[in-house]
């Protein structure tokens, strides 16, 4: 079974504080992606990054960081000193070979930054 | 400018009042979706689309019609609307191939009294 699970449904720090949201997810295809997505109190998805499979390379991209190890199926993402425009729920998604590009998401998790 | 669109952005109907939302790209993507978002449980596909005339279900796809006549239009029909499809609904579309990132729409929020 294809699935993501994001058990952290709300946090809450302070501006300045790193914080990690955690993503765990299963599937049985060697070949699958993995996505993180922003939602602002906007609403509209917002992509933040790919990583396929194969390529278990952390990446940064300013302030965000991600975490990828296959051998504990986790996907994390870090967000270095927070900031209040990081309020937003970010989602976790899965998609694998076999799956005709369908994503997966995780129930997201709530990220409030307060000042 | 590259974008999905959804339209419209904000519906409240009434029971068994059939409706469409129309979803449309301008970016060329043989793969279109549809998803739902429902609190505490993320985004579940509706239907998908991976070509002009090539429809399937996705997870939740019960209450639900699309089509796709059009390469750019994935419309989504409500044939008769309940409560319980009450949701924040998505449309999103990407190149075929698997490892592209799907660019979904501003989303359309469906209340049904």
């Known amino acids: 079974a294809q699935k993501v699970t994001q058990a952290q449904t709300e946090i809450s720090v302070v501006e300045k504080e790193d914080v990690t949201l955690d993503c765990v997810y299963e599937t049985r295809d060697t070949t699958y992606y993995l996505f993180w997505y922003k939602q602002p109190p906007s609403g509209e998805l917002v992509f933040l990054i790919r990583r396929n499979s194969f390529d278990e390379q952390n990446e940064i991209s300013g302030r965000y960081s991600w975490n990828f190890q296959k051998s504990t199926s986790s996907f994390n993402f870090t967000i270095t000193a927070s900031q209040v425009v990081d309020s937003a729920v970010y989602f976790c998604a899965l998609r694998y070979s076999g799956g005709y590009n369908k994503l997966i998401f995780g129930a997201g998790t709530r990220l409030a930054v307060h000042p | 400018e590259a974008q999905v669109t959804q339209n419209p952005r904000y519906l409240i109907t009434v029971t068994g009042k059939k409706l469409t939302v129309t979803c449309s790209q301008n970016m060329n993507h043989e793969y279109m979706s549809w998803y739902r978002q429902d609190p505490g449980l993320g985004l579940r596909q509706i239907y998908y689309?991976?070509?002009?005339?090539?429809?399937d279900k996705g997870d939740v796809p019960e209450g639900y019609k699309v089509s796709r006549k059009e390469k750019r239009n994935f419309p989504l029909i409500l044939e008769s609307p309940s409560p319980n499809q009450t949701s924040l609904y998505f449309c999103?579309?990407?190149?075929?191939?698997?490892?592209?990132?799907?660019?979904f729409g501003p989303g359309t929020r469906l209340t049904v009294l």
């Open positions: 689309s991976m070509n002009v005339e090539v429809t």
């Open positions: 999103a579309s990407s190149l075929a191939a698997s490892y592209n990132e799907q660019f």
